[in-house]
């Protein structure tokens, strides 16, 4: 066997991160290596590189130790330790301290004991450990780490920041696919201490608007809200969700789904009450829809979507019943941000709209367009400029869509500290060179919380209304 031992400040190991064969090192080649602190070999996929300050290897056996300020490296991903071993021919790496793994392409940032990981499989299992998976705090007796997916195993989860949460979920064993979703089993709701609700199974989006936790809130029109989301898994892709929502003056709104979500599209059965852009109360029962996932053209910077849905629904046009069959479809096409400068970026959609209605058998084909600038002024205030085109407005549902045939939308945040931020936000119908609505927010953290208030005042309806929702934070 013949060993090799580095006690430079620091020493670099670059591995392949497959099938590991170390070419015989001459003496002039070895002189090198002490001088430049560095080993390299043929690459079979992302090398794996190792910085030490005392490094052993043997490269008959594959064995490997590494001490000081160890941080090992592949593509962005890291691990972070004191003391590891490692074997080439295994492609894995044993820390029996503790260590930091962090993946930042899956949002991974997570401290324990006793790290196990492949880094030809990308897969490792840790225990005692907690950190960041997506924007969600966790811990867990177990984690396991595969590629896109995150397993805690008797572990916790919650946004909230504070050492000692205000609420959190524990399950027996909790699925993350970062930027997706989560399913917890076996969970439990807890609120300052104490369980308030549990459920077998639990789902998540993550990359929307979704809490467990109740939310309340209040509008001059419904009256004081309180709106309890919940999900439960029927497999990895479908789930049944409801939105179950009270108002003090318009009551019970439930919204129920059946959600399926594929690789490269999704559909739904939904049922329920929605506002639509006059705030009026539409019931749908119920609308089938389907969604494409964003797909390339080419190699160009443009991407194209597909959304079509079809349903009963219900409305009121002041006191009178309106009821049709509706169904809209939409192909829609986007740029990808284009970088202006530093601190603007520019925005482009175009598409086209088919929209038909049993109630006056009507059917139209509507032009889209619209283009909008983000510009960061400074770490505190940022603007947008939005501009927006539809060939037609006259809609028999006032739900979705914009309000004017031509619009432009004025915004700017201003946030003065952490915990606050005002935004003032204006709809300008080009049309008619009026003004149609003006928009003033305040949003106020409260550590694990967020209180969001909105005045708006209604130009053209000479109408003003205040609403507040507090819900717990999204980041």
Avoid at 87 to 115: F, H, Y
Avoid at 285 to 297: E, G, I, Q, T, V
Wanted: charged share 25%.
């Amino acid at each position: 066997m013949r060993k090799r031992k580095k006690t430079a400040q620091k020493a670099f190991v670059g591995l392949a991160a497959a099938i590991m064969t170390f070419n015989a090192y001459t003496a002039a080649d070895a002189a090198v290596a002490v001088k430049k602190d560095k080993l390299e070999q043929k690459q079979v996929q992302a090398p794996l590189v190792i910085e030490a300050e005392r490094l052993y290897f043997s490269d008959l056996s594959g064995d490997m130790h590494a001490e000081g300020k160890v941080v090992i490296t592949q593509n962005q991903d890291q691990i972070l330790a004191d003391l590891i071993r490692g074997n080439s021919k295994q492609t894995t790496v044993w820390i029996d301290g503790k260590a930091t793994l962090l993946q930042p392409g899956e949002k991974v940032n997570i401290t324990g004991e006793r790290l196990e990981y492949n880094y030809q499989t990308q897969a490792g299992t840790m225990q005692t450990a907690r950190g960041l998976v997506d924007s969600e705090r966790v811990s867990a007796q177990n984690i396991s780490v595969n590629q896109n997916k995150v397993v805690l195993y008797n572990g916790t989860m919650t946004k909230c920041p504070a050492e000692v949460p205000d609420y959190h979920i524990s399950a027996r064993k909790v699925e993350i696919w970062p930027g997706e979703k989560m399913i917890a089993y076996d969970a439990k709701v807890w609120l300052k201490g104490k369980i308030i609700y549990s459920v077998p199974k639990y789902q998540r989006k993550l990359n929307k608007d979704q809490s467990e936790m109740p939310q309340i809130g209040y509008s001059d029109k419904d009256g004081f809200m309180l709106k309890q989301s919940l999900s439960y898994p029927l497999s990895p892709k479908a789930a049944v969700a409801a939105d179950l929502v009270y108002y003090t003056k318009t009551g019970f709104k439930p919204v129920f789904s059946l959600d399926v979500d594929e690789k490269m599209f999704s559909w739904a059965v939904t049922a329920g009450h929605f506002r639509d852009a006059d705030d009026d109360w539409i019931k749908k029962s119920p609308d089938f829809s389907l969604a494409s996932k964003a797909m390339r053209l080419g190699d160009s910077p443009v991407s194209v979507k597909f959304s079509g849905s079809a349903g009963k629904w219900t409305g009121l046009r002041g006191s009178e019943v309106q009821e049709s069959w509706h169904q809209d479809y939409k192909l829609y096409f986007s740029r990808d941000p284009l970088k202006l400068n530093k601190t603007s970026t520019l925005y482009l959609g175009t598409g086209l709209q088919y929209v038909a209605e049993s109630a006056d058998d009507s059917a139209k084909t509507i032009r889209l367009f619209d283009a909008g600038i983000s510009t960061k002024w400074s770490p505190k205030v940022s603007t947008w400029l939005g501009y927006n085109f539809a060939s037609d407005t006259a809609h028999y549902f006032n739900y979705g869509g914009i309000d004017y045939t031509k619009q432009w939308v004025y915004g700017l945040t201003v946030t003065p500290d952490r915990l606050n931020a005002v935004s003032y936000t204006q709809v300008y119908d080009i049309d008619n060179s009026r003004v149609k609505d003006v928009y003033y927010t305040w949003n106020h953290n409260l550590h694990c919380w967020q209180l969001t208030v909105t005045f708006h005042t209604d130009k053209v309806g000479k109408k003003d209304e205040i609403t507040w929702k507090l819900h717990t934070v999204k980041w």
